[in-house]
């Protein structure tokens, strides 16, 4: 965005479109008071304190468009750190877009995506990691993914690094400086001190490196796969632990061809059911497609249910199956369904494997049992802490470049190389890490980041 853009006073739309019993109408920039007060008919908005309300009316020339509340936010305590005012009318598709045209004849213009954001960002209210915490707090999706982004976005997890970025920088131009005096052999930075720093900034990356795994997890949901032979009862258990009839129950083998999705939420962090195709071989066309997809989501799947049937499967080739996934490495659940109607010795022969779990899915025993492995598989109680967790494939990629350039630094230093290569390599990561926060940036970075957002955000 250039400089002229930004000075412009932007208008959207900041509830969601379609008809609604009220919707709210954003205006930013200096002249957004200005602009509000030609069509609003209550005293001026210019006298009004910030964060005040006023009622009154919206008109077009003498026409009467909507009765309104006006919400004024002064600069600079506004979330763009310019004039704000808010309009919420009622949400008649007309009323909206006929005060929105009102608003651009009298020289708003109107906003792009993330606009709103991006002028908090650019004025100083947030670093660039906080303003991406919008859009994660707007697609939340669970308690944990809605903590996670809240607690970023006000706090944010790079003031420490950037206060450690700072005296990184000193150091950096005291090589820089020695570079000037490279005949005389002298050094301004303190070598020992300088490996100091850079261990601690080091130590403070990782954690967020290794945690942005979880991360995923969080953002879009632990994928988890039910698998299992036909009329194992795969489409029986996704029916009860969603507590819903959203998948066809038969006693028809292959009843199940596409894939069925369904989502719940357990301890705030949201799981992606899927059931599937039952795995056999099939001389029928699209249940095999079905089971083509099973074996593809299988690879995909952050966790598998395999649900086997006591009663038709024989115990041996239980144990292969639970072998090979092991053998895999895959994060996976062995569930014996119908134990009310199995042998009994199968069940102790089964429990010498501890994480097999026992249910009869048709009579709904048994569920907890499993929701609580899948709570130990996917270490929920670790992710919860959120101690160490972002979401953002951006970040990840410019920490792990410069977690790279500082490793290089100390490698510079053990090898004790001339003041250029270590200046070199902690420039490289001194931009990296300004990259993250935003301090060092341009356009088009921006503009990729925020083009995500919603237009009245």
């Known amino acids: 965005m250039n400089r002229n853009n930004q000075e412009d006073t932007i208008v959207a739309l900041a509830t969601a479109e379609g008809k609604s019993a009220i919707a709210v109408i954003r205006i930013s920039g200096a002249k957004a008071v200005e602009i509000v007060q030609k069509v609003f008919t209550n005293k001026k908005l210019s006298q009004a304190r910030t964060h005040s309300l006023l009622y009154g009316t919206i008109k077009e020339n ?5 009765e309104v509340v006006i919400s004024v936010f002064k600069a600079p305590n506004s979330f763009t750190r310019e004039d704000v005012v808010e309009i919420s009318c009622h949400g008649s598709l007309y009323i909206i877009k006929k005060i929105i045209h009102i608003l651009i004849s009298y020289g708003c213009r109107y906003a792009e995506a993330g606009e709103f ?11 660039l990691t906080q303003a991406e915490a919008v859009a994660d707090l707007i697609s939340a999706e669970s308690d944990i993914a809605h903590k996670i982004a809240l607690n970023q976005m006000r706090d944010g997890f790079m003031k420490d690094i950037m206060q450690l970025r700072k005296t990184l920088i000193h150091f950096a131009s005291m090589i820089e400086l020695e570079l000037d005096f490279s ?13 100091t720093l850079i261990e601690t900034i080091i130590t403070a990356i990782k954690p967020l490196i290794k945690g942005f795994d979880q991360g995923n997890i969080i953002k879009n949901g632990i994928q988890t796969v039910i698998i299992g032979i036909p009329n194992a009862g ?14 066809i129950v038969s006693p028809i083998p292959g009843t199940t061809r596409d894939l069925i999705e369904e989502t719940i939420h357990i301890d705030g962090i949201m799981f992606r059911f899927i059931d599937t195709a039952g795995l056999r071989e099939s001389a ?34 239980i144990l292969e199956v639970v072998q090979e996934l ?10 014996g369904n119908k134990v009310d109607e199995c042998s009994p010795q199968i069940v102790e022969l089964l429990k010498e494997n501890t994480d097999f779990v026992f249910i009869s899915a048709l009579k709904k025993q048994g569920l907890e049992h499993i929701k609580e492995k899948m709570k130990e598989k996917m270490q929920i109680e670790t992710i919860q802490s959120g101690k160490y967790i972002f979401t953002n494939s951006r970040h990840y990629e410019k920490f792990t470049r410069s977690l790279l350039s500082l490793q290089q630094v100390l490698t510079a230093l053990d090898e004790k190389h001339t003041s250029d290569i270590l200046a070199f390599h902690l420039k ?3 931009s990296l890490l300004g990259e993250v926060s935003g301090e060092i940036t341009n356009e088009e970075v921006l503009r990729n980041i925020f083009s995500s957002f919603c237009i009245g955000k």
């Open 117 to 127: 954001t991006k002028r908090a960002f650019l004025n100083g209210r947030f670093d």
């Open 284 to 317: 029928d066309t699209i249940e095999s497609m079905g089971i083509e997809k099973t074996k593809k989501k299988m690879q995909e799947a952050s966790l598998i249910l395999y649900i086997f049937d006591l009663v038709q499967e024989r115990t041996e080739r």
């Open 234 to 247: 795969k489409s029986t258990l996704l029916n009860a632990i969603i507590n819903e009839e959203k998948a």
């Open 428 to 430: 490289d990561a001194l």
């Open 326 to 335: 092991t053998n895999e490495k895959k994060k996976f659940i062995p569930i």
């Open 183 to 195: 005949e005389e052999d002298v050094q301004f930075a303190n070598r020992n001190e300088l490996r």
């Open 62 to 66: 003498s026409e009467v468009i909507d």
